[in-house]
């Protein structure tokens, strides 16, 4: 079996736009840099599918010459994210985010990337032009892009990252790293859950492997489910049609008996909550509440239909987003028959972007030496709920992370590593294909994806919360190492890559699950019926968790404040969340 050995300053984990923005970055410091990507070049991850939003204060965005508000300052968009993220932001990060924004809007402009329009606080193009334009600009300072290669493991010599482990899925063979440093970027992990919003190559591989080299990873429990997803029929599962189309067309939620059950809420956060983005929070709870009641469609969702809005109305604002009823390729005519007839469908919310991850300062340092991280995969400056770009997050991280870690990397001796201690990674990830019989990845991993849709939704408890991890620990013990590749040979093989990626699932689960048991409190997208308050007295603070090499071991510690600061006192949910709504600048719109 032939062994490949590269070496290289800095290893780029994630071919999405924050691991292309840190290669280029790295690059352009001298270092030598590789990055390597699960899927196609510029073509997996959350970007080229993203609606591609790029927020900034609408002061900087006159500058640059677009319509921007020239009385929105970057004070307000920095006191709009922190009110938005329950207060739970690192501050030190929205404040890199903001004051890095207009940076990398300009170069982007510089690089090719065409506007398609733009509004009082962004400016909107597309998820592939922005992904074109970085591919290009990475080849021409001389990054050495690797496709179809997963990495496996991350290896430290005394407690510095070193080198990796990966898999290079077209020929079924091991690839060794040496590097000086190495950068995650791989996105979220939408793939622990169905249904989801995400690309199906989004499995948090970069997380768990970062977790496992010994990395904090913080405020797992933090993930925004977008609502008003298609639940059905199957073949329209997933789809983000119906939340748009309710966004722009308008229309109406009700429950099994027919009520519009928003109009049950204070009518200030049911507008607030239904016509900005502030609804994948609210109604995603909204829905779960009704759901819980028995009051549910029978695919454990509610229905949306047109309501009193006319139908010229509404198909002649739909047909400017999905044109011939087409949207992300796919036929969407039956729904829009549906809505014509006056007919309803059934949607619910459906997991869109992870709040936590890897914990990082604003030198895009992890708690590990060597190791840098970069966008979703990240603890961001989002806090407990995300209003905001994650493009603006990615390209601002990615350019700081990739610099840092170049800088880094160029002053470092490479390690020379014996091939003997990559041995028992490789051991361990040829488990699934050295059985002669056993379980089905494909089989397993929606079991698991349900159980997650289920226990660790919009709503939590402690008896639910419990029953998960149970269920999470006996699939690990007694299913995990039944998992069996059923096709012959190593060559892209998708049964070993399903077998690998649910392994790392099954850990950040797990992490999640348990940051979720420990905030004994509802804030942002985390709500707990068992207590259904925020606590800015005990939790103004991050759930830290660390791989503990069976299980994750959480603790608390204290939210990084330097400007903003919450009132004190424990304060009921839904009060809190119309507090957090209504301290919305008085410019730049809702985003």
């Known amino acids: 079996m032939s062994k490949q050995t590269i070496e290289t300053d800095v290893l780029v984990v994630g071919g999405g736009g924050a691991g292309f923005r840190a290669a280029i970055g790295a690059a352009e410091t001298g270092a030598r840099v590789t990055l390597i990507s699960k899927g196609p070049l510029a073509r997996c991850g959350a970007t080229p599918m993203a609606g591609a939003d790029?927020?900034?204060?609408?002061?900087?965005?006159?500058?640059?010459?677009?319509?921007?508000?020239?009385?929105?300052?970057?004070?307000?968009?920095?006191?709009?994210?922190?009110?938005?993220?329950?207060?739970?932001?690192?501050?030190?990060?929205?404040?890199?985010?903001?004051?890095?924004?207009?940076?990398?809007?300009?170069?982007?402009?510089?690089?090719?990337?065409?506007?398609?329009?733009?509004?009082?606080?962004?400016?909107?193009?597309?998820?592939?032009?922005?992904?074109?334009?970085?591919?290009?600009?990475?080849?021409?300072?001389?990054?050495?892009?690797?496709?179809?290669?997963?990495?496996?493991?991350?290896?430290?010599?005394?407690?510095?990252?070193?080198?990796?482990?990966?898999?290079?899925?077209?020929?079924?063979?091991?690839?060794?790293?040496?590097?000086?440093?190495?950068?995650?970027?791989?996105?979220?992990w939408h793939k622990a859950f169905w249904p989801n919003t995400g690309m199906r190559d989004l499995s948090g591989d970069g997380i768990a492997i970062a977790q496992r080299a010994g990395a904090e990873t913080g405020n797992m429990e933090f993930i925004t489910f977008c609502c008003n997803i298609l639940y059905s029929p199957p073949i329209w599962r997933g789809s983000l049609a119906t939340y748009v189309a309710g966004l722009l067309c308008g229309g109406e939620l009700t429950n099994s008996k027919g009520e519009a059950f928003l109009a049950a809420y204070d009518p200030y956060i049911a507008k607030v909550g239904s016509e900005t983005e502030w609804n994948k929070s609210f109604v995603s709870l909204a829905t779960v509440k009704e759901v819980k009641a028995g009051r549910g469609s029978p695919g454990g969702g509610v229905y949306y239909g047109r309501g009193d809005v006319p139908w010229e109305q509404f198909e002649r604002t739909a047909m400017l987003v999905f044109p011939n009823w087409k949207y992300k390729a796919m036929d969407l005519s039956g729904l829009g028959r549906i809505m014509k007839d006056g007919g309803k469908v059934e949607v619910g919310p459906a997991v869109e972007y992870f709040d936590g991850g890897i914990v990082v300062n604003e030198r895009l340092e992890t708690t590990v030496q060597g190791l840098y991280a970069a966008g979703e995969c990240t603890l961001g400056p989002f806090g407990a709920n995300r209003v905001f770009s994650a493009i603006t997050e990615m390209l601002v991280h990615g350019a700081t992370a990739g610099q840092n870690a170049g800088l880094y990397a160029t002053k470092r001796k490479i390690p020379s590593l014996d091939a003997r201690v990559f041995e028992p990674f490789e051991e361990n990830a040829l488990l699934p294909i050295s059985l002669k019989e056993g379980l089905s990845p494909a089989g397993v991993r929606r079991r698991v994806q349900e159980e997650a849709h289920d226990k660790l939704g919009p709503i939590r408890n402690r008896p639910e919360l419990e029953t998960f991890i149970r269920f999470l620990q006996e699939v690990k013990s007694e299913e995990l190492p039944r998992l069996h590749a059923q096709a012959s040979g190593r060559v892209y093989n998708k049964g070993w890559i399903d077998a690998l990626e649910l392994r790392n699932m099954l850990q950040l689960l797990e992490t999640a699950a348990r940051s979720a048991l420990f905030r004994t409190e509802s804030r942002g997208v985390h709500f707990r019926e068992d207590f259904p308050f925020t606590d800015n007295d005990a939790w103004l603070h991050e759930t830290i968790s660390t791989w503990g090499g069976d299980a994750p071991e959480i603790r608390k510690k204290p939210a990084t404040l330097t400007d903003l600061r919450p009132a004190e006192g424990v304060v009921p949910y839904m009060q809190m969340l119309k507090r957090m709504m209504e301290a919305h600048s008085d410019t730049g719109g809702h985003h």
Not at 86 to 95: T, Y
Not at 120 to 136: C, K, N, P, Y
Request: hydrophobic share 45%.
């Open 54 to 188: 790029f927020t900034l204060d609408g002061r900087s965005l006159a500058q640059l010459g677009f319509k921007g508000d020239p009385n929105d300052t970057r004070e307000k968009v920095f006191s709009d994210i922190v009110h938005q993220g329950f207060f739970l932001n690192n501050q030190k990060l929205v404040s890199h985010y903001v004051e890095n924004a207009p940076f990398r809007l300009k170069e982007l402009l510089e690089w090719g990337v065409k506007v398609l329009f733009s509004e009082e606080r962004a400016i909107f193009t597309s998820g592939i032009a922005i992904m074109d334009a970085l591919l290009q600009k990475a080849r021409s300072v001389g990054v050495v892009c690797l496709e179809d290669m997963m990495v496996l493991d991350l290896l430290t010599v005394e407690g510095v990252v070193s080198g990796a482990l990966a898999l290079d899925i077209r020929k079924g063979d091991f690839v060794h790293f040496q590097t000086g440093a190495a950068l995650i970027a791989t996105g979220g």
